[in-house]
């Protein structure tokens, strides 16, 4: 089969690698379409010393198992079901999960891709390809209200006008009334204007530090020392980004203002793919280009690009 390969030489397209054996409880799933996105990016850069096959946002169609012929969506972390952090309602934390596309488990970049089975979801029938993959990032969007006890009073701040911090700013304009997406692409911030979510340029933002959350969207290590620069005294700060390398900043803010850290990442797909259903969270104007895969290495190089959202890899056709 085709697959896009990381290796520590880069990434190279294999036209002969085999189809992934699965697993016990997994299901082979041929792929039609994949999002790349920013981890994908931070993985080629050296980001968890990842190699084989990347790709962790996709949608396909289950060759076995009970779904079989229906396109399906997937989470990402590969869970044991039966250690105590799995059954004590933590599995995305399981200490002996893999991880699709990332982290010992190779990814949707290729023609097939296996799956547990209790990862996948069904993709309601009137759903286009092209919105359906963008579930597993709304759902790591929606994780932000599924972790912070959020009001409508709250005044939030988005860093980074990517393709995350564009759904994160989504995601919390429907909790709060107070949004404000900051990002350097006027392009990019026209996107959300046009929804009604305010935006501004970092370089107009003025330092006030009044915000009670600040969401950092930037996949930058300048990320944080800007949240820092902006959140209240006893505020949140919620980190999204993912960076290879080592980040160092003066913690004595952190401990001096007593502003809380929350990492963040998976989320809840149901809610996703009812937010991407009833069409609260519009994605298809984040789609910047699509690529076939036998076309994967310009794919990626697309979407290193400066004012690139979201590329597409088309794999194979709908069913």
């Not at 010992?104 to 309601?124: I, S």
């Not at 930058?220 to 949240?227: M, V």
């Not at 502003?259 to 609260?280: K, N, Q, Y």
Request: proline share 6%; net charge negative; charged share 20%.
């Amino acid at each position: 089969m085709r697959a896009l390969v990381l290796n520590p030489d880069g990434v190279s397209l294999q036209t002969d690698r085999p189809v992934p054996a699965q697993r016990d409880g997994e299901v082979l799933v041929r792929v039609v379409r994949a999002g790349i996105c920013d981890t994908d990016l931070q993985l080629i850069r050296g980001y968890m010393g990842f190699t084989g096959v990347l790709g962790h946002e996709f949608v396909g169609i289950a060759e076995d198992g009970p779904l079989t012929g229906r396109r399906v969506v997937g989470e990402i972390n590969c869970n044991c079901r039966r250690c105590p952090t799995c059954l004590t309602g933590r599995p995305t934390h399981c200490p002996h999960r893999t991880t699709i596309g990332i982290v010992g488990h190779d990814g949707a970049f290729a023609d097939y891709v296996a799956v547990p089975q209790h990862n996948l979801h069904l993709v309601p029938d009137a759903m286009p390809t092209d919105v359906a993959v963008f579930a597993e990032p709304v759902a790591a969007a929606c994780q932000i209200p599924q972790q912070l006890a959020l009001t409508r009073g709250d005044r939030c701040v988005v860093l980074g006008d990517g393709r995350l911090g564009n759904l994160c700013a989504q995601v919390l304009a429907g909790v709060c009334d107070t949004v404000l997406l900051v990002g350097k692409h006027p392009e990019k911030l026209a996107l959300l204007e046009a929804l009604g979510i305010r935006t501004m340029l970092l370089a107009d933002l003025p330092i006030d530090r009044a915000a009670d959350v600040v969401v950092d969207c930037t996949g930058s290590d300048t990320g944080l020392p800007t949240a820092l620069a902006l959140v209240r005294p006893r505020g949140t700060i919620v980190l999204k980004t993912t960076v290879a390398g080592t980040q160092r900043l003066p913690w004595a803010s952190i401990v001096i203002d007593e502003v809380t850290i929350v990492g963040s990442r998976c989320g809840p797909f149901d809610l996703a793919l009812a937010a991407l259903e009833d069409g609260s969270i519009s994605v298809t104007p984040l789609i910047s280009a699509r690529f076939d895969l036998s076309d994967g290495i310009r794919a990626m190089d697309a979407a290193k690009q400066r004012g690139a959202l979201k590329v597409l890899i088309d794999v194979a056709p709908d069913a």
